[in-house]
Antibody
Framework: EVQLVESGGGLEQPGGSLRLSCAAS????????MSWVRQAPGKGLEWIST????????YYADSVKGRFTISRDNSENTVFLQMNSLRAEDTAIFYC???????????????WGQGTLVTVSS | EIVLTQSPGTLSLSPGERATLSCRAS???????LAWYQQKPGQAPRLLIF???IRAAGIPDRFSGSGSGTDFTLTISRLESEDLAVYYC?????????FGQGTKVQ
């Protein structure tokens, strides 16, 4: 059974940093690209970042480019999101997702974690 | 960036009725690489449909997707109480993923 378990959320002040983790199990981790998608309170879904199975290729939404860094440790089946220079508008539930579809396995998200809440406030 | 606009914002229906949800793209979606997700309160989204019309594993056949170009539709043929949720469309294009703002089915 595919499982994705996020951790690392919490309360942080504006300008601060947090590192989210997503532990994966139940599938061959290196075969899949992985992503982070967030949802502000009462709002819709926003794609944030994706990393290829090898970890060599990364993609970012303009809203976080230069502030957030996605990475993965394939020996530990874990994907990370390092979030720096946090802003109030980064407050959201952050979901980890497994990518699937298309010729390069990137197009959709067919498994999701339960999410971890990040609150940015002074 | 392709912008997805969903309508209506809220759909009020009774069990057994047909639900028709729309997703319109600001430009043609290649592929079409378009998906639909269901999100119930307090839960993570669940993939329902991908490539505009293919049901994901385990999705009941009362859910169907259609469309091409800029206009896409998710249809729930006979609404069940467990289908009350928010539905999002999502597209992939040029290493960029975008979601619609969602339609709430109540």
């Amino acid at each position: 059974e595919v499982q994705l378990v996020e951790s690392g959320g919490g309360l942080e002040q504006p300008g601060g940093s947090l590192r989210l983790s997503c532990a994966a199990s139940g599938f061959t981790f290196t075969t899949y690209a992985m992503s982070w998608v967030r949802q502000a309170p009462g709002k819709g879904l926003e794609w944030i970042s994706t990393i290829s199975g090898s970890g060599l290729i990364t993609y970012y939404a303009d809203s976080v480019k230069g502030r957030f860094t996605i990475s993965r440790d394939n020996s530990e089946n874990t994907v990370f999101l390092q979030m720096n220079s946090l802003r109030a508008e980064d407050t959201a539930i952050f979901y980890c997702g497994r990518n699937v579809g298309g010729y390069d396995g990137l197009y959709y998200f067919n498994h999701w974690g339960q999410g971890t809440l990040v609150t940015v406030s002074s | 960036e392709i912008v997805l606009t969903q309508s209506p914002g809220t759909l009020s229906l009774s069990p057994g009725e047909r639900a028709t949800l729309s997703c319109r793209a600001s430009q043609s979606v290649s592929g079409p690489y378009l998906a639909w997700y269901q999100q119930k309160p307090g839960q993570a989204p669940r993939l329902l449909i991908f490539d505009a019309s293919i049901r994901a594993a385990g999705i009941p056949d009362r859910f169907s997707g259609s469309g091409s170009g800029t206009d896409f539709t998710l249809t729930i043929s006979r609404l069940e109480s467990e289908d009350l949720a928010v539905y999002y469309c999502q597209q992939y294009d040029s290493s960029h993923w975008t979601f619609g703002q969602g339609t709430k089915v109540q």
